[in-house]
């Protein structure tokens, strides 16, 4: 492969701005059967040369779906289903990108990364950006991500590092609102069925529209828009409790014993049956660490409350005592 043709992919997968004439030679270059044969050779001696086993052994995996005749027309339509093989392995998710775009499937649609209540995980996307999800979450983009926008839509909670690129701005659209950086750290949380949704701002600088408001915070600073009220309210807020389950640890602190419990259906996938008359005016602060048996939190919280609780599956039943 020329140099030309080498410096023209590396640039293509890293999910930098190609000119109109940049991208003339790479559909060129991928019309020719030959010539294509040498991209994903190309994208194998890549892979190859990474130190990760697992990663290797992976993207093995991806690439003989890719070869195989039979697979193409599945992976086609099964989009999401790649997308979650690559999060997994915490690598760019360029192989599918790159993969759709010589096979040229429609740039409408859209690439779909997700957590199951009970698990986490992370990926770096096509520009280098990274990706941390917390549980039951979905993160959505488009096939052409990082070539005329870096727009993507959140439905969750996740924690952003973006890289710079001042001509394509990183946008997040999460329920109400939008959250556009050039390149900074931020939290956002937008769960279906929230009171409220967040972005709330680590380093850096970011703009968030709401409607017709729009509002640049700095670094410390937390938006958050009311579903319940309509309302946008901005302040302060504690770094270490925002980032906590991003470094593995569950945190209440003057929690709603009712919010508490929600956290604890989503990070142990498990559901609760109880009255939650029996907590309205009740708070809970406590710090655990993620592999915390669930046993053993409850054990501390019903001490807390003075309840009596029965696991029975996946359901938790509170009593009163």
């Known amino acids: 492969m020329s140099k030309l043709s080498d410096n023209l992919l590396k640039k293509f997968i890293s999910g930098k701005r190609i000119s109109q004439h940049e991208f003339s030679l790479l559909e060129s270059l991928l019309e020719n059967a030959e010539k294509k044969q ?5 994208m194998e001696d890549k892979w190859q040369l990474s130190t990760s086993e697992m990663v290797t052994l992976q993207f093995e995996q991806v690439r003989k779906k890719i070869r ?21 392995l915490f690598i760019p998710l360029f192989v599918t990108a790159l993969y759709l775009f010589l096979n ?38 488009p096939v052409n991500y990082g ?4 727009k993507i839509e959140l439905e969750g909670q996740a924690y952003f590092e973006v ?7 990183f946008e997040v659209l999460s329920g109400s609102i939008i959250t556009k950086a050039l390149g900074t750290k931020f939290v956002v949380s937008a769960y279906s069925g929230a009171s409220s949704v967040k972005s709330s701002l680590i380093e850096g600088s970011v703009e968030i529209k709401c409607g017709k408001v729009t509002e640049i915070l700095t670094s ?25 389950w ?7 602190r003057l929690t709603p014993y009712n919010q508490a419990i929600k956290e604890l259906e989503k ?11 029996l907590f309205e005016s009740e708070t809970f602060s406590a710090k655990f660490k993620r592999y915390e048996t669930l046993e053993n939190v409850l054990q501390v919280m019903s001490k807390a409350g003075k309840f009596d609780y029965r696991i029975n599956g996946k359901v938790v039943r509170i009593l009163d005592k």
């Open 38 to 42: 040498e991209v994903f050779q190309w």
């Open 68 to 88: 195989n005749k039979s697979a193409r027309q599945r992976i086609k339509n099964s989009i999401q289903i790649l997308s979650k093989v690559a999060a997994i």
């Open 104 to 141: 040229k499937t429609d740039s409408d649609k859209l690439l779909t990364l997700y957590t199951q209540k009970g698990e986490q995980t992370s990926v770096i996307l096509p520009d280098g950006s990274k990706a941390w999800l917390n549980v039951d979450t979905k993160l959505s983009y």
């Open 147 to 150: 070539m005329k926008s870096r």
């Open 163 to 169: 890289m710079k690129n001042k001509e394509l701005p």
């Open 220 to 244: 410390g600073q937390q938006f958050v828009y009311s579903r319940e009220k309509s309302e946008i309210s901005i302040h302060s807020f504690n770094e270490t409790d925002e980032l906590a």
């Open 246 to 252: 991003k470094n593995e640890q569950l945190i209440f």
């Open 267 to 277: 990070w142990y996938n498990v559901s609760f049956d109880y009255n939650p008359a």
